[in-house]
């Protein structure tokens, strides 16, 4: 067998000598002329540029920050002119792989992922490319590389971001190399769906391309622009974040039947310390920059389990002055709270003209009363001054009181349904979206 010779072709190609392959096995001393010009770029005629074809798959984002670290097997695709052979002289061998050590290689690269001493583009070692007959090489790159992503985190965990890798050549200008697409975007972004489908939070929806050309003095490079439009899966945070924030928030809300007068509300209000607990153990799954509106419902989550406590301590402590001497109360607040009462029968200023009392019953007050105890007993004249001179009894004053209470307790309890009915919506509306 005759080994290391490359044989004169027509127009200018050359064949390789590989009768025997089939017999004896590949003849590493038929391609050695091959391998010795691995330094110099693969053409016969010099002044025509090397089309380099690239192709790759998204199969796992990692992590997204202010970059996108991806796993992505690419593919670069070229033609070497000085490889050729018969495969029917071959034993119907059409198709070798040779280490990559022995080939000229294209310095396509992704520019987003070159930075200095960060280790991100890991690619294992001694790689093999497959070449054919016609001498088409098809070089497969499995990296670990990084984008840059505009990253808007607002409606995190209902996020999309937009990220670019960008190949272009380091060292060649477009009168030597000229990257390509082997596939359509199409395929790369049905392929690439297909694995990202099964891993990790993040989901693909869709890749865009451009081809601008970079001046780097009065150097012109090709390029190869890809927009990666990804969105984040919501179902680990939704249930590890929303829906335990829900219910302490709906146990919360609970306590608002328990009468307003009742010694058990304090105690029942454990939500508080067990929220605070919560989101010191879910902050690591939060961003750590920027100010998400999952944030936002969480200090809304907080200030109302704040703000329920100072309530029911109010009112405690306004009921337990209801029992002994009830304080005057502005005239304002008694038109405010005839009016919620009964805004349609009734007009607070014609009241107070008419010196008419409401004439409730204090029958929701806490502590033992005797009968009669505050019936018809008389404000004095600085009390009665304070109070707008309605000329009110303390049994009338004391059901006003506990009537402002329970609108108290009232208005905020609504407060509590309207906030969880909105997070609610605003759940199922951005999920949806």
Known sequence: MEGGLLLPGSSNTFSINCSGFDQHGVDPAAFQTIFNQKDFRPVINYSIPTQVNISFILSAFLEVLSSLPSYSPFFWIWKNPFISWDPEECGAISKLTVTTENLWLPDIFIVESWVPDMDVNQTPEGLSAYVTNDGHITYNKPMRVTSICSLDIFYFPFDQQNCTLT?????????????????????IVDTSRDVVRTQGEWELLGINKATPKMFVGSSLFDQI?????????????????????????????????????????????????????????????LPASGTPLISVYFALCLSLMVVSPLETIFITYLLHLVTTQPPPMPRWLHSLLLYWASPRKCCPTALWKENVGPGFTPNHLPGPKEPGQLVRKELG?????????????????????????????????????????????????????
């Open 167 to 187: 190949f272009s050549s380091f060292l060649y200008t477009v009168e030597n190399v000229l990257p390509r697409m082997e596939k359509e975007v199409w395929e």
């Open 225 to 285: 622009m890809f927009y990666v439009a990804i969105r984040r899966r919501p179902s680990l945070y939704v249930i590890n974040l929303l829906v335990p924030s829900s219910f302490l928030i709906a146990i919360d809300a609970l306590r608002f039947y328990l009468p307003a007068e009742s010694e058990n509300r304090a105690p029942f209000k454990i939500t508080l310390p067990g929220y605070n607990i919560f989101l010191l153990m879910m902050n690591k799954l």
């Open 381 to 433: 004249p600085r009390q009665a001054e304070m109070n707008g001179g309605s000329g009110l009894t303390s049994t009338q004053l004391a059901d006003l009181w506990v009537q402002f209470s329970h609108m108290t307790d009232t208005f905020l309890f609504h407060l509590y349904l309207l906030f969880l009915a909105s997070s609610i919506i605003t759940v199922i509306v951005l999920w949806n979206a």
